[in-house]
């Protein structure tokens, strides 16, 4: 019975934002617990009149340049600091353990400047490698224990059998490795995808590059809110996170399992 009742406190309010998006009088207030009238009128308005679909082509930019880079140099990194011994590499390590404890708040400011200085000031670009910055410090450490896992004598056999590193890389390492590389992928795009704080602060001047996180407050009015569009809105940023996390959901649960016992 507790399993019910929190399993209906968790899913009410995805079922709340569900039946105000598709109630086309939900923006006059007094909103019931069914649609009093079925529509996709406030998706179209969103879509066409809220300039929505700008936004979801920015997200959808940022999130898969920011999955693609962040992987890549997480990856990079960890194989560097698990397989190889060099100077810090301890100091390293404690680096990125203690970046990951900072709040992401302290971080506006400086970043703020940083991005200034390097005059990327709302363009897509400055946010993006934000975000990838951000997504390294989880990646490198979720990585580590994966590629350290990986016992060195299956290397060294591929390297008897004439392979080149990339050739073992992307032979024996590479899919050893992949549910690691699935989970940080699902951090990162979440992260590009939802965040808020950050995209205010650095595309605060440009509204043609805002993504879906930013153009959502366009609906928030000073003295009243238009809740059918702002539930249309919300719907429409919560179904890719959903798509994107069902194809990668067997490969995530064992990517999280995994990583927690070998890191």
Known sequence: MLVVVLLAFTLFPAFWMLSSAFDAQA?????????REWSLENFAYVLTEGGFDVFLRNSALVALVTVFASAVLALLASVAVARFRFRFRTAMLLMILIVQMVPLEALVIPLFVQVRDLQLLNT???LMVVYVALSLPFGIWMLRGFVAAVPVELEEAAYIDGASWGRMFRSVLLPLVMPGLVATSV???ITAWNEFIFAMTLLGGATENYTVAIGLKQFFGEHSNEWGYIMAASTIITVPVMIFFVIVQRRLSSGLVAGAVKG
């Open 27 to 35: 923006g006059a207030g007094g909103q019931t617990l069914l649609p």
């Open 124 to 126: 897509l670009l400055g």
């Open 187 to 189: 951090f990162s795009f």
